[in-house]
């Protein structure tokens, strides 16, 4: 599939709108990860890879997204830890006591200027 976009895509004069469209029409694009009893009994490894395998997200992912639907999350870089116990579960857990939660991510990324030279940027993450 990859070499078929890549002529095709040089056919196209370098389209990039009528390649986002191929890939994005493309019946491997819009796969589904639900699974099917005959194609897991012909194929259970997916090697001919007939479908999308589910996506596991990170747990800090969730948190910051629910605590951002919630309000309750704050923006604030380099403050000072919440305090966390162990429940009786043995699960740790934030501290009755504590204010707002902190943001669990940030994202860096590398930008290169007209001169060639290199800068960095760093923002936190918003879900």
């Not at 589904?32 to 897991?40: A, K, L, N, R, Y």
């Not at 830890?81 to 994202?107: L, S, V, Y």
Request: charged letters at 30%.
């Amino acid at each position: 599939m990859l070499d078929y976009l890549a002529v095709t895509f040089q056919e196209h004069n370098w389209d990039l709108k009528w390649l986002t469209k191929q890939i994005m029409l493309s019946q491997v694009y819009r796969q589904g990860s639900s699974e099917i009893p005959d194609h897991v009994a012909a194929d259970p490894s997916d090697r001919l890879l007939w479908r999308k395998e589910p996506l596991r997200l990170e747990a800090e992912t969730i948190r910051d997204s629910m605590l951002a639907l919630s309000s309750l999350l704050n923006e604030e870089m380099f403050g000072k830890q919440e305090p966390i116990k162990r429940g009786a579960d043995g699960q740790w857990m934030p501290n009755d006591k504590t204010g707002k939660a902190k943001i669990a991510g940030a994202c860096m990324w590398r930008k290169r200027a007209r001169d060639g030279s290199t800068f960095y940027m760093c923002s936190i993450v918003r879900t």
